[in-house]
């Protein structure tokens, strides 16, 4: 299966500094990247989707302030949480897909995700 | 809209079976997935369904009716290892980009 590399795996930030948080596709190029925000005991919810080379699309209640996206290569997206708040804490988990390409239509490659705690 | 409904916890004796069920509304459909997360971990693919039918993979086996909008996720010789979260997921609508919703996630319990 296609890998996809998270970094860092864990972040403590204090309230109101800006965290960035890095996606990469190491066996593939993905023109799309998904990222997820999972708060414990919850299930994943989508935040964004990542578009190379274009702006990101933002689920409803996200803010596309808070949360920047940028995907400027084929290999990586970037998630920023700008003035990062206690109650941003969470496990930020980006995906790519091959879409068609893959042994399953639309099967995601998850990151290992990222633990922030915001202080 | 889409829902997708499945039990937040269950608990099975290791060496048992257990079967996690998953109900969805889609407005279209292109394949139902499970994936397992262990705690703190990203999730990692279990299995892929798109034609009605039971899906054999090892000790896990995935089944899925359409007619019915209905899935489950079938463990067998269940191990403490097998304690983690399944999580059921469907492609947002009919696309085939990746676009995933997942449902809320079954916690499963193994006990020795």
């Known amino acids: 299966g296609a890998v996809v590399s998270q970094h860092p795996s864990w972040v403590i930030c204090k309230s109101g500094t800006s965290v960035k948080i890095e996606c990469r596709s190491l066996d593939f190029q993905a023109t799309t990247m998904f990222w997820y925000r999972q708060f414990p005991k919850q299930s994943l919810m989508l935040m964004a989707t990542?578009?190379?080379?274009?702006?990101?699309?933002?689920e409803q209640g996200v803010e596309k302030d808070k949360f920047l996206i940028n995907h400027a290569s084929l290999t990586l997206s970037t998630l920023t949480v700008t003035s990062a708040h206690p109650e941003d804490s969470s496990f930020y988990i980006c995906?790519?897909?091959?879409?068609?390409?893959?042994?399953?239509?639309?099967?995601?490659?998850f990151g290992e995700g990222s633990r922030l705690t915001v202080l | 809209g889409q829902n997708i409904d499945q039990p937040t916890e269950m608990t099975a004796t290791e060496g048992a079976i257990v079967q996690i069920n998953c109900t969805y509304q889609?407005?279209?459909?292109?394949?139902l997935f499970w994936y397992q997360q262990h705690a703190g971990e990203a999730p990692t693919f279990l299995s892929y369904?798109?034609?009605?039918g039971l899906e054999e993979k090892g000790r896990f086996s995935s089944f899925l009716s359409r007619s019915k909008g209905y899935s489950y996720l079938l463990l067998k010789e269940l191990q403490m290892k097998d304690s983690a979260s399944y999580l059921c997921?469907?492609?947002?609508?009919?696309?085939?980009?990746?676009?995933?919703?997942f449902g809320q996630g079954t916690t499963l319990q193994v006990k020795p």
């Open positions: 369904n798109v034609l009605d």
């Open positions: 990542s578009n190379e080379g274009s702006k990101a699309t933002y």
């Open positions: 995906s790519a897909s091959l879409g068609g390409r893959g042994s399953h239509t639309g099967e995601l490659f």
């Open positions: 889609t407005s279209g459909f292109n394949g």
């Open positions: 997921a469907t492609p947002w609508g009919s696309s085939n980009t990746g676009k995933l919703i």
